[in-house]
């Protein structure tokens, strides 16, 4: 099953690595294999991993777009979860972040930004954080054959 991006005038999107633009109109991308793909709004920058739920994303953002040099991006998942995981009570965010963490095992790196958007929209409501760039709430179209 093919992947179909809608993009905006002038979106950017990234692919194995490689940054894309849209040119002046509304265009539409159809990618008919198995492929790394974030959208513009779902790229973070690491000035932008200002919290703890953001220093989880933003290495497991890292692993997805190069997954053939993943050991000290997966230290830093793995140190990152373990200080969140510490200092969470709430059963459902743990079970997120377990889930995460079983993802990233997994290679399913893309599932993992799903739940770790989960994560930072748990921080943003409970704990009072607000970064810019990645949207918590961004959802994606995703999931290429």
Known sequence: ?????????????????????????RGV?????KASVLREKDIMQPAEATSPARRIYFPVMMM????????VQYDEFVMRMTEFMTAIRNP???????DCS??????QYYKALSRCRNIMTYEEEC????GEGVSAD??????SA
């Open 1 to 25: 099953m093919p992947l179909k991006l809608s993009l905006k005038p002038g979106e950017k999107f990234v692919v194995n690595g490689a940054v894309i633009q849209n040119g002046d109109r």
């Open 29 to 33: 991308l159809l990618l008919q294999n």
């Open 64 to 71: 997805y777009l190069d997954p053939s040099d993943i050991s």
């Open 92 to 98: 459902e965010i743990l079970k997120e972040c377990i």
């Open 102 to 107: 079983k993802d990233v095992m997994a290679g």
């Open 127 to 130: 704990l009072g954080y607000v």
């Open 138 to 143: 961004s959802t994606a179209d995703r999931e």
